[in-house]
């Protein structure tokens, strides 16, 4: 399940109390909607699948301790994406003294393609295709190849916006950018 | 949001993507008379999906996020009633006798193996992220070293079914049950554990015993020490023998290597059983047979002709030059089964000649330097011509090697007998061999273009044909191949065409070359 549309990301009144009763339901269920599309975010931003798990969960971990200490979270899956993103940055700071997203298309993300079930032929263009796309993300900028990928786990580029601190405005046009950039790359 | 029509009259692609969350009436109108906005929208819009196809492609074979399980323990964890020490610690006095006992205690703590700095912890994590970097540097480069086929054993014996929940459980995907991940993901889902670490000759074994009453009551994962290879893994269950998980893709590696519990059984995995052999089909040898006809003809190179699957059987396809049609369909005739296709589809015909504008090159610098190198413009234009060619000829040797492994895909191969084997093997060894003489040849031209640029020294002479053993060469090696080759061009292209700045150019297209240099060596030498 990953809709991000079961869960309103505003906690409403009625909501509100559904945390006041079971903070640990609450995060529960919004894990059950949420986890697989967070988890995939930091597969493509480049962690290794054993750091994703553990990521994900302190960060709903982090998310439950907020909620019991009476802490307002009016969107929890912008909330969590900036959680996810400082306790990488922590990690990674801790771990070799410096954080880099920035690298070849491997380093960001280290899957392999998979194919649809096609003939040879129609496989080869597609992953063709597909590898093209691949070698497009990795030209864009570190702050161009986070919008478009928070895009299109269904962020609003006002909640980006409101998540890096800059305007609906500048990340229209980074995102615009990215995608004509994406567009040309791939068709060339 | 900015002014939502610019001086131009149209708004910009910024306000168009933010139109589409927050409806804009201006943009509205505008739209609804603009023909050139309304295909800008759609190109932004196909962007998105582009992408969204891009990473559910990328995500499929992603292992999923924990289960929601691990969560709620942890939660339960955080809600358990205060230990002693955070009920009473604005009780307790600080005392010169605490603090010493404090101090003590923090030193049995952390020097204790099972303390807070545990040692063998540490580098139990240093060897499963060894493990891991040495399986994903593995698949990023998208060798055939991945080992495909696996064993299991229990108590000396092949096992033929593992339960599914017990897979789960030990978090073992049963396609690739030596996976690093996976090992570390169950490692840190056990709360009390006490991790060995015992070294032989040529492995390393991390041992992970799991404290308390457990289904699992230990695990391990024994690596190449030399390059950090995963080699076997086992898991123990309480009450059971233990079950040994080892790969089995180089023959006897593992036994060589001394690795305990290593098996030098040829029986097939029981993850994974063989498939039936296939020799034996009619269609399989009529497949083969076409191959054999199109591959003698010279067609599937200069041609590109291969077979496809058109209305539920294979059909070839025709269309060379005419006389070599007939001569193609005159051999055909005698493979049973054996029929054109209706409609010959042509494959994306390529920019195969790049051009290098000789209006743009006048200008270029490197061209000047290139001109310097050969006397005079005539020689230099026709290197570049020369190089061109060359491109060409092994584009399309490349191109026809990658179709074929495509058609015969190692699982396939696997599952025919000796014989049909080796005639599959004949002609991706003599594609192999025919991609390294000419890749030898390009690589050499484009050394000479860089050599005129100063960039180092001209190359040797090429290096020989590929080797004999050309089950190595796989469908990732082939269309890297590919892809590196292309890039190759590109780059050299850019250097003598575009007059771009020099110095990264020539950088760029050394280090590139470099690149499909070491692709090539490595095509064929396992």
């Known amino acids: ?188 | 949001m900015s002014e939502p029509l610019h001086p131009s009259g149209h708004p910009a692609p910024a306000d168009l993507l933010l139109h589409l969350e927050e409806p804009s009436e201006p943009i509205r109108n505008h739209l609804a008379g603009c023909v050139s906005c309304q295909s800008l929208l759609a190109d932004l819009l196909a962007g998105e999906s582009n992408l969204a196809e891009w990473r559910d492609a990328l995500t499929a074979q992603a292992p999923p996020p924990p289960p929601v399980a691990a969560l709620q323990a942890r939660m339960r964890t955080e809600t358990a009633p205060l230990s002693w020490w955070r009920r009473n610690r604005s009780a307790v006095r600080w005392t010169p006798a605490i603090a010493l006992a404090a101090a003590a205690a923090c030193l049995v703590l952390i020097f204790n193996p099972n303390g807070i700095w545990n040692p063998v912890a540490v580098e139990a994590a240093e060897i499963l992220r060894h493990a891991s970097e040495q399986v994903h540097q593995t698949r990023a480069a998208k060798t055939a070293a991945a080992p495909r086929r696996y064993r299991i054993r229990q108590a000396g014996r092949d096992l033929q079914t593992l339960d599914e929940g017990k897979l789960q459980l030990a978090r073992i995907d049963r396609h690739d049950p030596l996976n690093p991940d996976d090992y570390a993901r169950w490692r840190s889902e056990q709360t009390e554990k006490q991790d060995t670490i015992t070294r032989g000759n040529g492995w390393v074994r991390l041992s992970t015993a799991v404290l308390g009453s457990h289904d699992i009551e230990s695990a391990s994962l024994t690596v190449d020490s030399r390059d950090w290879r995963p080699l076997l893994r086992s898991v123990h269950f309480r009450g059971e023998d233990e079950i040994q998980m080892e790969a089995a893709p180089v023959e006897a590696e593992i036994s060589r290597q001394g690795a305990p519990g290593g098996s030098r059984s040829e029986e097939a995995s029981p993850l994974k059983p063989p498939a039936p052999l296939e020799a034996a089909t009619p269609a399989a040898n009529s497949e083969i047979a076409m191959w054999e006809v199109l591959h003698a003809a010279g067609a599937d190179i200069h041609s590109a002709a291969q077979l496809r699957r058109q209305d539920g059987s294979v059909c070839y396809e025709l269309w060379s030059e005419p006389g070599e049609r007939d001569k193609v369909a005159r051999a055909m005739q005698a493979i049973p089964g054996a029929k054109p296709c209706s409609q010959s589809k042509s494959p994306e015909r390529e920019k195969l000649l790049e051009p290098i504008s000789a209006g743009t090159a006048a200008e270029s610098p490197s061209l000047a330097l290139l001109t310097a190198r050969f006397g005079d413009k005539d020689r230099a234009s026709q290197y570049l011509d020369d190089v061109t060619r060359q491109y060409v000829v092994l584009l399309a040797q490349v191109t026809a090697l990658d179709r074929y492994l495509r058609w015969f895909p190692p699982s396939r191969v696997d599952a025919l007998d000796g014989p049909t084997r080796q005639r599959v093997a004949a002609i991706a060894l003599s594609d192999a061999e025919a991609v390294t003489t000419e890749a030898n040849q390009y690589l050499r031209l484009v050394g000479e273009g860089l050599a005129a640029l100063a960039a180092r020294p001209a190359p040797a002479s090429p290096g020989g044909p590929a080797s004999s053993a050309v089950r190595c060469t796989s469908i990732e090696s082939a269309s890297s191949l590919l892809e590196d080759l292309r890039s190759l061009h590109r780059e050299f292209v850019t250097l003598f065409g575009s007059g771009s700045e020099l110095a990264s150019s020539v950088e760029r297209t050394a280090r590139t070359r470099d690149a499909l240099e070491h692709r090539i060596a490595a095509l064929c030498v396992k």
């Not at chain 1, 529960?28 to 597969?43: E, F, G, K, Q, T």
């Not at chain 1, 200490?69 to 990488?88: D, F, H, M």
Request: net charge negative; with cysteine; glycine share 4%.
């Open chain 1, 1 to 188: 399940m990953d809709d991000s549309t079961a869960i309103p990301l505003v906690l409403s009144g009625e909501i509100s109390s559904r945390v006041e009763q079971s903070p640990d339901q609450f995060v529960a269920d919004l894990y059950a909607v949420h986890a697989n599309s967070l988890h995939r975010y930091l597969l493509l931003t480049g962690s290794r699948p054993a750091d994703a798990d553990e990521l994900l969960q302190d960060a709903f971990l982090r998310l439950f301790r907020c909620l019991r200490e009476g802490e307002q979270v009016e969107k929890p899956k912008a909330w969590l994406i900036r959680t996810l993103q400082n306790l990488r940055t922590d990690r990674a700071r801790r771990e070799s003294g410096h954080i880099s997203l920035l690298g070849n298309v491997v380093q960001r993300s280290q899957l392999a393609w998979t194919t649809r079930a096609l003939s040879p032929e129609e496989a080869m263009l597609d992953h063709e295709r597909l590898d093209r796309l691949q070698r497009a993300m990795g030209s864009l900028t570190e702050r161009q190849h986070q919008y478009v990928l928070m895009r299109s786990e269904g962020m609003t580029l006002r909640e980006i916006a409101a998540m890096h601190g800059v305007t609906v405005q500048s990340v229209a046009e980074t995102c615009a950018r990215a995608i004509e950039r994406l567009g040309k790359l791939t068709h060339e």
